[in-house]
């Protein structure tokens, strides 16, 4: 265990990835890590800048919701050797055969059934839900409440809003939200989301971008 943990990013999703650690991680230092905040107190605990808190050899966990902000402090965490730690509620629940990557933070009440592949930094927020059979690239946030049903397969870096749902895909035949890609709030997905596609509705339908 690390003498120094820090949470990166002291805004919203930091402050709620924070009560994760506390109590659970023995006599490690909890601090958050925010450059703009450096020097103060948040949720009474300090704020260090990254070059000081790097300079400590901590492990750091990754509390930014945005997927490609996230993927760059991954890299400049692995740039100065600090390793990614993640983060669980204890009310999580997790079944057969879940293989999950380094630095991932799960709220509570989320549910990882069976036969499920997760890459790095996963974001799961509350009550979000991961069905058998799916395959979760890195760096993928789930918003509060997302429904991921069986055989789905996101990529990298894509971001599920608040309450969206993603149909069961088949076994051979899996439904696809490509990398990059954004699910709007409240969106019912029943078909394939091409990489760097933004749906939404129910139906969720892509966004036509204005010329």
């Given at each position: 265990?690390?003498?120094?943990?820090?949470?990166?990013?002291?805004?919203?999703?930091?402050?709620?990835?924070?009560?994760?650690?506390?109590?659970?991680?023995?006599?490690?230092?909890?601090?958050?890590?925010?450059?703009?905040?450096?020097?103060?107190?948040?949720?009474?605990?300090?704020?260090?800048?990254?070059?000081?808190?790097?300079?400590?050899?901590?492990a750091v966990c990754l509390a930014v919701a945005d997927p490609g902000t996230r993927r760059r402090l991954a890299e400049r965490a692995a740039a100065a050797g600090?390793?990614?730690?993640?983060?669980?509620?204890?009310?999580?629940?997790?079944?057969?055969?879940?293989?999950?990557?380094?630095?991932?933070?799960?709220?509570?009440?989320?549910?990882?059934?069976?036969?499920?592949?997760?890459?790095?930094?996963?974001?799961?927020?509350?009550?979000?839900?991961?069905?058998?059979?799916?395959?979760?690239?890195?760096?993928?946030?789930?918003?509060?409440?997302?429904?991921?049903?069986?055989n789905v397969h996101v990529g990298d870096g894509a971001y599920l809003g608040a309450g969206a749902t993603i149909r069961q895909g088949r076994p051979g035949a899996?439904?696809?939200?490509?990398?990059?890609?954004?699910?709007?709030?409240?969106?019912?997905?029943?078909?394939?989301?091409?990489?760097?596609?933004?749906?939404?509705?129910?139906?969720?339908?892509?966004?036509?971008?204005?010329?």
């Amino acid at each position: 265990m690390a003498d120094l943990l820090g949470v990166y990013g002291a805004s919203g999703c930091g402050r709620g990835i924070m009560p994760l650690l506390r109590g659970r991680e023995g006599d490690a230092r909890l601090v958050f890590v925010d450059d703009a905040l450096a020097g103060g107190m948040v949720n009474g605990l300090p704020v260090l800048d990254w070059q000081g808190f790097a300079a400590s050899g901590a492990a750091v966990c990754l509390a930014v919701a945005d997927p490609g902000t996230r993927r760059r402090l991954a890299e400049r965490a692995a740039a100065a050797g600090v390793p990614l730690h993640g983060a669980r509620h204890p009310t999580v629940v997790e079944m057969d055969d879940v293989r999950i990557a380094p630095g991932a933070c799960l709220s509570p009440y989320v549910v990882l059934t069976s036969n499920i592949s997760i890459g790095r930094a996963f974001h799961a927020n509350v009550h979000s839900v991961v069905e058998h059979d799916c395959v979760i690239g890195d760096f993928v946030t789930f918003a509060p409440g997302v429904r991921c049903n069986g055989n789905v397969h996101v990529g990298d870096g894509a971001y599920l809003g608040a309450g969206a749902t993603i149909r069961q895909g088949r076994p051979g035949a899996p439904l696809r939200i490509g990398a990059g890609a954004v699910v709007g709030m409240g969106a019912v997905v029943t078909r394939d989301v091409p990489p760097g596609a933004t749906v939404v509705g129910s139906p969720a339908r892509p966004i036509r971008r204005k010329p």
